[in-house]
């Protein structure tokens, strides 16, 4: 599919790369772009391939820099849910992606953008990162799911001061608080994003899979249940060629050849 405000390929096969594709406005969501990384999902859910997915922004100055303010400003009360609702439904729709999603955040990454990259399943910066959720500044809040995530993420009483001061982090302060994995510097960013993806991509497809699903399903759970949902994905996995493979593999001290069933 022909897309105007993204960017999807596939760089290595399995390894995908997602770049919002508007640097005049820093990457900002509209609606458009909204849709069009629904439909780029789509078309990497639909992919038996499909190992991992880096998200990008387009430059090198923003990773995505907000909801689009210009297509939010004149939004009725009605609007504005209908709009919310809709970049919720494409964030969820990016967390429970069936391969892990690694957020590649290469400089402002500002409301909706942070929003965004919480929505990854992790994140690598680039020292010139910026994070923040400044919604305040405009008169509103964060509506994508930023007080939601952001505190499951940090902890409530960072997340408090986050979204309530609006105040703006630099990448080394987003490691300290456990929102990004790891800094490095602006010129290896990508290289390091993709040697994570390669790393993914060389493990037991479906076990990858499965442990995202028990990583993401879980953490909404009580302990118990959560370990119930591990159970039952660890005996899934002994249903597979992979389990076989992998630890045949092992015991012949080979390198495992996956085939991701
Ligand atoms: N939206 C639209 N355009 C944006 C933008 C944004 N979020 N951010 C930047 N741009 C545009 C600028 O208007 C400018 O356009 P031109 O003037 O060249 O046409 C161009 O990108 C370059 O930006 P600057 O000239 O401002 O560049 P600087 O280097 O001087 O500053 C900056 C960079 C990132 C510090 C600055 O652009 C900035 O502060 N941007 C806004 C950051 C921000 O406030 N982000 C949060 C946006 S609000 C909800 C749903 C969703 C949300 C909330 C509620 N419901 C419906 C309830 C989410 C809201 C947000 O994300």
């Known amino acids: 599919m022909a897309y105007e ?75 504005a849910k209908a709009f919310a609702l809709k970049g919720q439904k494409v964030f969820r729709r990016l967390e429970d992606l069936p391969v892990p999603v690694i957020a590649v955040v290469n400089g402002y990454c500002l409301g909706g953008g942070c929003e965004l990259a919480m929505a990854c399943d992790w994140i690598v910066a680039s020292e010139k990162a910026v994070f923040g959720q400044p919604e305040v500044n405009l008169g509103v809040t964060p509506g994508f799911g930023g007080t939601q995530r952001l505190t499951r993420i940090v902890g409530k009483a960072r997340a408090m001061e986050l979204v309530t001061t609006g105040r703006q982090v630099k990448a080394a302060e987003a490691k300290e608080i456990g929102l990004v994995n790891h800094v490095v510097p602006a010129d290896a960013l990508m290289d390091e994003a993709l040697a994570q993806a390669r790393t993914v991509a060389s493990k037991g497809p479906v076990a990858v899979r499965l442990a995202k699903e028990a990583v993401q399903r879980g953490q909404d759970l009580d302990l118990d249940n959560a370990c119930v949902l591990e159970s039952d994905v660890f005996g899934l996995c002994f249903a597979t060629e992979d389990q076989k493979e992998g630890m045949a593999a092992f015991l012949e001290k080979r390198k495992a050849a996956f085939q991701g069933r």
Do not use: C, H, W
């Open 5 to 79: 405000n993204v960017i999807l390929e596939q760089v290595e096969p399995g390894i995908y790369r997602l770049t919002i594709n508007r640097p005049k406005a820093l990457n900002a969501l509209n609606a458009e772009t909204l849709d069009e990384i629904e439909a780029a999902l789509r078309e990497v859910e639909a992919d038996p391939g499909a190992r991992a997915l880096l998200v990008t922004g387009a430059g090198d100055k923003a990773f995505v820099a907000g909801a689009d303010i210009s297509q939010m400003r004149s939004l009725t009360a009605a609007e």
